[in-house]
């Protein structure tokens, strides 16, 4: 069943079952985080052992996209560095 979320404030598709990462992957968006430096991040091992797909999912920095269902309506939001003033900006 196909599921609706956001990825930085845009609209996604998603499917019921299907990880975070694996729904933005199949949306053509590869970068989920930026380091201090500003350097893109993204899936990796896809098994939550390297933690480089963190994002910010509903308010919650440093969640491993590759290891969240996405859920309808669930927020996703790039990730700067450690996601913490983001976060705190978002409520």
Do not use: H, W
């Given at each position: 069943?196909?599921?609706?979320?956001?990825?930085?404030?845009?609209?996604?598709?998603?499917?019921?079952?299907?990880?975070?990462?694996?729904?933005?992957?199949?949306?053509?968006?590869?970068?989920?985080?930026?380091?201090?430096?500003?350097?893109?991040?993204?899936?990796?091992?896809a098994m939550g052992v390297c933690y480089e797909c963190r994002a910010i999912v509903n308010g919650t920095?440093?969640?491993?996209?590759?290891?969240?269902?996405?859920?309808?309506?669930?927020?996703?939001?790039?990730?700067?560095?450690?996601?913490?003033?983001?976060?705190?900006?978002q409520g």
């Open positions: 069943m196909e599921i609706m979320f956001e990825f930085d404030g845009r609209p996604v598709k998603g499917r019921d079952g299907q990880t975070i990462a694996e729904a933005l992957l199949s949306n053509g968006i590869t970068t989920v985080r930026k380091t201090r430096n500003g350097a893109d991040r993204g899936v990796y091992c920095p440093n969640t491993r996209t590759c290891m969240t269902t996405v859920t309808q309506g669930c927020k996703v939001m790039t990730q700067e560095d450690a996601g913490i003033e983001v976060a705190d900006e």
